[in-house]
């Protein structure tokens, strides 16, 4: 990747993005794919990619699995399908290949292999997030020290694995939350006293802020990502007012109300300056909902990681599930509040944003990029759910109408109302792309 990244920003967000979403598009329409396979209903034709096709092979079931010049997307053509989006037939077939059709499967075949794609996108996030979680384990509630980072000159950290955390500055701590609570009633310096309790005694040893003003994640398609901020960067001012407390950027950042600031950023012993301008954004409030913040999207960082306890995989799936359901509730959430008025259109961004959000990610790090990579599978299964026609939540709304009624709706009914989901979702497109340039 750093190789690609090399080439320019340009040519790496475009490979980062197309890569993203190849991933995502192929274990979707893979999902339709074989839950179609497992129903009875034969698919003609895999592709990832639309347009001409550049290789392809054909199985022994005659799948015809292709890639295809424009990567922007993907289908699977079942026997019968008039298009890629298996809109109805097209095709005549012999009356006993029929149940092999999509259109002539029975209902539950249908309905399973139409939510077998999103479905198979919530898989996969659940399958990343439960990784991560396995591979980086969950903190102790006793608030113990694990890894420890060396700080950059002027900060200290005398802090050692395994140290158990009894106080900070005087303050007396019991669980990892009240020692970001004391933080708030200490002075801000470079460092504070940590009393510890260490091979079974307690000592008094000069450790680090609590909230140190050192960055330890970086939200793709932020001020902070363009402005090309890392993890690891410490910020020692801001429009040279020296900072010393993660809280102090916050409060900058807020003050500045949109207008450009200039960071002093310390990394790998190197100070350097980079100006960046904060973007307002519709954020949950505490008391329900919405409220705008100034923010550059990054998230606090320490010297110090707290000791973990290991993850078991039932665990782990069980947290990643959760994880794909607070993605899935917060969309929905912002999707309401932006119909109802309550947060701006400009929440809603369009492929160029999604693009360069994902070039960002990718030149943060592979792990960056693979989480990224699940959070953009949720939302796009998320999206394919949503009750528009030429969409999978669109069949399904067919499919349930059918299942109350008996019937399927008639065909003038379906060609009208896929024209008009056809409408709806390139008019959100060309909306979002606007708001990518307007926003």
């Not at 500055?169 to 708030?184: K, L």
């Not at 609590?210 to 990502?225: E, K, M, Q, R, T």
């Not at 909306?431 to 307007?438: A, E, I, K, Q």
């Amino acid at each position: 990747m750093d190789f690609l990244a090399g080439l320019g920003g340009g040519v790496w967000t475009l490979v980062a993005f197309i890569l993203a979403l190849s991933i995502i598009v192929t274990v979707h329409e893979y999902g339709h794919y074989i839950v179609g396979r497992w129903s009875g209903i034969r698919a003609e034709v895999f592709s990832l990619g639309f347009g001409p096709r550049l290789i392809s092979r054909r199985d022994r079931r005659g799948t015809l699995w292709q890639v295809a010049a424009i990567p922007l997307g993907g289908y699977v053509r079942f026997l019968g399908d008039s298009n890629a989006a298996s809109a109805g037939s097209g095709q005549q077939v012999a009356p006993d290949q029929r149940r092999h059709t999509l259109e002539g499967a029975p209902l539950w075949a249908r309905v399973a292999t139409v939510a077998a794609g999103p479905v198979f996108n919530f898989i996969l996030s659940t399958l990343i997030f439960a990784g991560f979680i396995m591979i980086r384990g969950v903190a102790v509630e006793t608030p113990t020290v694990g890894a420890v980072t060396a700080p950059p000159p002027g900060f200290t950290n005398e802090l050692q694995p395994g140290d158990r955390i009894l106080a900070v500055g005087g303050h007396e701590v019991a669980v990892w939350g009240e020692i970001y609570t004391a933080a708030a009633d200490l002075p801000e310096a470079p460092s504070q006293d940590w009393r510890v309790l260490r091979d079974g005694r307690e000592i008094t040893v000069p450790g680090p802020d609590p909230v140190p003003p050192v960055i330890g994640g970086v939200a793709p398609g932020s001020a902070a990502a363009a402005a090309g901020l890392l993890p690891g960067d410490v910020i020692t001012a801001i429009n040279d007012e020296p900072v010393m407390r993660f809280d102090a950027i916050r409060r900058q950042v807020e003050a500045a109300q949109g207008n450009p600031l200039n960071l002093r950023v310390l990394r790998d012993g190197t100070e350097s300056e980079v100006a960046l301008t904060p973007k307002e954004q519709d954020l949950p409030a505490a008391g329900g909902g919405y409220e705008k913040r100034w923010l550059i999207g990054i998230t606090a960082g320490s010297y110090f990681a707290p000791a973990v306890d290991a993850v078991g995989p039932f665990t782990a799936l069980w947290m990643g599930l959760a994880q794909v359901w607070d993605i899935i509730a917060s969309s929905l959430s912002g999707l309401w509040a932006m119909i109802t008025g309550q947060i701006g259109s400009c929440n809603l961004g369009g492929a160029i944003s999604i693009a360069e959000s994902t070039g960002q990610a990718a030149n943060a790090g592979i792990g960056n990029f693979i989480w990224w990579i699940s959070v953009l599978s949720v939302a796009i299964g998320f999206l394919n759910l949503l009750p528009i026609p030429v969409l999978d939540g669109g069949h399904l709304a067919f499919y349930a109408w059918e299942g109350v009624t008996g019937r399927p709706p008639s065909d003038r009914a379906l060609n009208l109302l896929t024209s008009i989901g056809l409408a709806l979702v390139v008019g959100l497109m060309f909306f979002g792309l606007s708001n990518d340039l307007r926003c």
